[in-house]
């Protein structure tokens, strides 16, 4: 039953809005070839590779344009995300997350620092500032760090030389249900010698409802800005320097505080030379560092409740700085062999403090001295080769060694005793090996490979907020090592486009976290064996001129083989359908998601960011989207998701703490009816 204030009127108003918009759009459009032009709103993104998803971050896309880099993966099959609120979600990439799935922009880690996972990398990051987004699926690639077992994303921007002095404009506006509104801007302007890129973003949401009209706890605001100025004295050089900083507030309907504060500070030097001579094709180096500051509190965003654990105003402050670099060179020897070759590293120090605001009898938590707890860093060496040793046939492989360290401070040594630092480190190997063949008779590529990682515990499998401090915990937990089998079919012709992709891997010391329910039954780390297996599968075809149908499919299984008892936080099987009809200049969509339930639980078991609630019930939601290119520079998107208003919530969720005048479910629940309404412009 819904409440008076969320009878459906607050939802018409900006559905009715955009349809009017739109309406009028198409009336002034101007006429467009339906020739070579990308889809007005994204649903699909396809492979393009093997196991790689290359896609555009400005389009439009259903659901509503993403907030944040989680938002924004979760468009891609085989990629879920752990609710808590509005935004800031954690992504799961095949049931797995963390560490497991690296997150990197423009090359360079970024890491959170609260120990309850409220500002995974994907909260500092608005996707839309970005040119690619780049995702690998497996451990089959070196190139980017260690411990990539479940993938990788990359975030990327796009600088090159100007041939000649010119500029460029791409932004939009978009504005939606629960008072959603975003403005983007991504501005550059060079010459052959020197050019300059701007980049900034606001977003903006109230609380949204459910689709039984019961609000929330999920308002947030955020903004980004980065600059880049680079120097290209010849076709072969770039030297580029780079800067950004950002800010937010989040609202928690699964934490008893609210993140407050985002700070991210990041400066980055790369420069990359090419053609430095018969073999050597091209060196890149890049140096960097990134900064978090991360505050929570539950006094800001909402009021201390007297019956919690926290019943007077409380804040904790965190933040983690990390820095690192890589250089790398890529050898070729004719377009048979290319060899790129490198090291790289990374370090970052994690320090805390608490208080309360101004006043208050905990005092000032901005007046207290930081407390270093965590330094955790890695160095590395890595060989990734690409022979095409046959016509249509290649192989692709690659090793790295890395030497991983952590140190740790104020170490429990028992009940009564003392505190005392503790520092371990580890050798960790990984390679993989990938067999590739494109056939004659067909437009398709065939591809097999093998790929082993092996992952030190991160920063919250060590010091965070669900596993045991001890000194003991600290050295005992051990590093995971992932073997995994990766297969797969890609095909494309003008009409259809088709890929799947299968996996199944052993994971030995798998690092399962197992969640307390109080002073008697503390949270603590343990090392399983493990095994996983799953896919994903999508198919797009263009039946007619003017109509095309899409579906994905992603299913993900996890056992843990020590317990009898499958791995928890495994996405149930998900499909999508799609349809579109498209003139050119204007089109019409609809998107139907469903997930089937999910009875494979591991109650009280799970990873760094949530934990098995217990069997969740299947879902189908139904969304519809349009859009009109009114010139070649500008482009009108719109949709409504879960047009039926359906309550429903993902089986990878947080508990929500039951705040007074909101929500009270198992799982967060996702948002009801919500209309929304995007202007691209490109100039």
Not at 95 to 114: K, N
Not at 193 to 214: I, P, R, S, V, W
Not at 463 to 482: C, I, N, Q, Y
Not at 577 to 597: K, M, N, V
Request: aromatic share 10%.
């Amino acid at each position: 039953m819904k409440t008076p204030a969320s009878n459906g009127r607050a939802r018409v108003r900006p559905l009715a809005t955009c349809i009017a918009l739109a309406l009028g759009a198409v009336a002034h459009a101007d006429a467009l070839s339906v020739q070579n032009l990308q889809p007005i709103v994204v649903t699909a993104p396809m492979q393009t590779d093997p196991l790689t998803v290359v896609t555009d971050p400005k389009a439009p896309r259903q659901p509503v344009p993403a907030s944040d880099g989680a938002d924004f993966l979760k468009t891609i099959p085989g990629f879920s995300v752990i609710r808590k609120g509005g935004s800031n979600g954690d992504p799961i990439l095949r049931g797995m997350a963390g560490s497991r799935l690296s997150v990197l922009s423009d090359g360079g880690q970024i890491a959170g620092g609260c120990p309850s996972r409220m500002d995974p990398p994907t909260a500092y990051l608005s996707p839309e500032l970005y040119d690619r987004v780049v995702v690998i699926k497996g451990p089959e690639t070196v190139l980017y760090g260690p411990g990539n077992s479940a993938g990788l994303v990359l975030f990327e921007h796009d600088f090159h030389r100007y041939t000649e002095p010119a500029w460029s404009f791409d932004g939009s506006l978009l504005g939606g249900s629960w008072g959603r509104n975003d403005q983007s801007f991504d501005v550059r302007a060079g010459t052959p010698t020197f050019y300059l890129g701007a980049t900034g973003n606001h977003t903006h949401a109230d609380d949204y409802e459910d689709g039984d009209g019961q609000r929330v706890h999920s308002r947030y605001d955020r903004w980004n800005g980065d600059v880049a100025l680079g120097w290209t004295p010849d076709d072969d050089t770039r030297v580029q320097l780079s800067a950004g900083k950002g800010d937010g507030k989040a609202a928690y309907a699964f934490s008893g505080m609210d993140g407050v504060q985002f700070l991210r500070e990041s400066l980055g030097l790369d420069f990359e030379r090419t053609h430095l001579g018969e073999v050597f094709a091209k060196l890149e180096a890049k140096a960097y560092t990134n900064y978090a500051d991360h505050v929570m509190d539950n006094y800001t965003l909402r009021d201390p409740d007297p019956s919690s654990m926290m019943p007077m105003a409380m804040a904790s402050d965190v933040d983690r700085r990390t820095v690192g670099g890589r250089v790398a060179g890529t050898f070729a020897w004719g377009e048979a062999v290319t060899l790129t070759a490198g090291i790289d590293g990374a370090r970052n120090v994690h320090t805390g403090r608490v208080g309360g605001p101004p006043g208050s009898m905990l005092g000032d938590y901005r007046a207290k001295p930081r407390q270093r707890d965590a330094r955790m860093g890695t160095v590395g060496a890595f060989g990734e080769l690409r022979w095409t040793f046959a016509p249509r046939q290649r192989l692709v492989s690659g090793l790295r060694a890395d030497r991983a360290y952590a140190h740790g401070y104020g170490l429990r040594t028992g009940m009564n005793g003392p505190a005392v630092e503790a520092s371990r480190d580890a050798l960790l190997r990984s390679g993989f090996a990938r067999y590739e063949r494109d056939f004659a008779a067909m437009p398709a590529t065939f591809y097999a490979g093998v790929g082993h990682v092996e992952r030190f515990p991160d920063f919250w499998e060590l010091f965070g907020g669900h596993v045991d401090k001890s000194l003991g915990a600290f050295l005992g937990t051990r590093p995971e090592k992932t073997t995994q089998l990766d297969v797969g079919l890609r095909y494309r012709d003008r009409r259809l486009e088709a890929w799947v992709s299968g996996y199944a891997g052993v994971v030995d010391d798998f690092i399962l976290l197992h969640y307390g329910s109080g002073m008697g039954s503390p949270s603590y780390a343990s090392n399983v064996a493990a095994r996983i297996a799953g896919g994903e599968a999508g198919v797009a075809y263009a039946f007619a001129e003017r109509w095309k149908a899409d579906a994905t499919l992603a299913y993900t299984w996890g056992e843990n083989r020590d317990e009898h008892r499958p791995l928890p936080q495994m996405p149930p099987l998900e499909l999508r359908l799609g349809l579109t009809y498209d003139t050119g200049t204007w089109s019409l969509g609809a998107l139907w998601r469903g997930a089937t339930a999910q009875s494979r639980v591991a109650v009280g078991e799970g990873n760094i960011v949530g934990q098995d609630l217990g069997p969740s019930g299947g879902f189908g939601v139904f969304s519809l989207n349009g859009g009109v290119r009114l010139s070649n520079a500008l482009t009108l998107g719109a949709g409504i998701d879960n047009l039926f208003d359906r309550t429903y919530a993902e089986h990878v969720n947080a508990a929500p703490v039951g705040l007074v005048g909101y929500a009270n479910t198992v799982r967060v629940n996702e948002p009801g009816r919500t209309a929304w309404l995007k202007l691209n412009a490109k100039f």
